[in-house]
């Protein structure tokens, strides 16, 4: 199996991995991963079943921006040949999908090409006229094509004109090796009894990280100094919340903790988890809240509703509503049953609806039809 993903932190990267590792370690394949960088959980986990090639760029003035995309095709179609590769993977339409295409054409191959639509790639690279048409053909040329939500799956149909039927959810998972409620420690909460209030993302607009602050803001209002918010990532946004927050004088209560490798257990050692995204095909960062047992409280945006049931398993929210937000913080908080009873529906919504197991077992399914 050969893997084609982005390295940077992200939640396309992580799954990305996470499928490779499950088909090396527990499905016994071989795994090529493939891209400028080693997806950054891969580290030092090769293995003669799990490798990493690296696509070389060659420098050269007369382009400004070098063809990644044929580099990796060609460089993928030496791979194949040489590896005896019988699937592409490719996490996101573009480029991805159409370097598989172009790689396994170059190696004269029989070789099947899935490709997982993860969010961006469609609604916001794909959707622009500049690339739609080849969106399109990368979706209807994959043998096939999964997305990582219904939500995402329904609207690259309806807004790339793709055949319907064609795009098969497969939801997103995460590995409860690295989440999960044993995880918490005292030290990682500063040994403090306030409520931790928790964002993690890149920080970038789409994430509306004021909105983070506002809402914070609000809560701070109502409970005071029993609640403190721990921002983690770094990113476009920050030095603009940074401000926000000196400007709403609560800077003793809001800490920046930067890009830490340590999420599962920081998730675990806080106690409500904020994610008021304008946009999110599935939200990655909810489940892994969840896999914590920390109720999550989230736009009604996307996948986002796929994942989270409204006052079941965590809170949903409209987009730009902040009051709803921070009463829906401050009620579960306030009432040590309630938050009880979304928590664990939360632990179960992520150890069975998003179950591992299941979930790579849907994958080695479509790798094999
Ligand atoms: O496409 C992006 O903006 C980044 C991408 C990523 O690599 O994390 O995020 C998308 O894919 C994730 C993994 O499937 C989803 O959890 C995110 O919701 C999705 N982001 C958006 O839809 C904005």
């Known amino acids: 199996i050969a ?61 400004d921006y070098q063809p990644y995309a044929l580099a990796l095709a060609s460089q993928l179609s030496v791979l194949i040949k040489r590896h005896n590769i019988h699937v592409i993977h490719s996490h996101y339409a573009m480029p991805h999908a159409i370097s598989a295409f172009l790689g396994r054409d170059i190696s004269g191959k029989c070789v099947k090409c899935v490709t997982t639509l993860h969010g961006t790639d469609i609604t916001v690279v794909g959707a622009h006229p500049s690339m739609m048409d080849i969106t399109c053909y990368a979706i209807e040329k994959s043998d096939s094509v999964t997305a990582v939500s219904r939500s995402l799956a329904l609207e690259s149909e309806t807004k ?21 409620p044993q995880l918490r420690s005292d030290t ?9 209030l928790m964002h ?26 029993k609640v403190a918010l721990h921002i983690v990532g770094e990113g476009p946004m920050q030095f603009e919340m940074m401000k926000m927050v000196e400007d709403l004088g609560i800077e003793k209560d809001v800490l920046f903790l930067g890009v830490r490798s340590d999420i599962g257990a920081l998730i675990a050692s806080s106690d409500l988890f904020l994610l008021p995204s304008e946009q999110e095909s599935f939200g990655l960062a909810a489940l892994e809240a969840m896999a914590c047992g920390i109720p999550v409280i989230a736009t009604r945006v996307g996948g986002l509703p796929e994942v989270i ?61």
């Open 3 to 63: 893997i084609l993903c982005y390295h940077r932190i992200g939640g396309s990267g992580i799954v990305a991995y996470e499928i490779g590792r499950a088909m090396a370690e527990d499905k016994g394949h071989t795994v090529h991963f493939m891209g400028l960088e080693p997806p950054f959980r891969l580290k030092d986990q090769y293995s003669d079943r799990m490798r990493f090639h690296k696509v070389h760029m060659k420098e050269y003035p007369v382009f």
């Open 200 to 225: 993690i993302s890149n920080l970038r607009p789409v994430k509306r990280p004021l909105d983070v602050i506002r809402i914070f803001h609000k809560v701070h209002q109502v409970m005071g100094d």
């Open 309 to 369: 049931d409204d006052e079941e398993s965590g809170f949903l929210f409209s987009l730009d509503n902040i009051e709803e937000a921070a009463e829906k913080a401050i009620r579960v908080l306030n009432d040590t049953e309630f938050y009880n009873s979304i928590r664990n529906k939360a632990l179960d919504t992520a150890l069975n609806k998003f179950n591992m197991d299941k979930i790579v077992q849907q994958y080695e399914d479509v790798y094999t039809h």
């Open 188 to 196: 990682l909460r500063g040994n403090t009894d306030k409520f931790i």
């Open 160 to 180: 790339m004109c793709v055949t319907k039927g064609r795009i098969k959810t497969i939801y997103n998972f995460i590995n409860p090796r690295f989440f999960n």
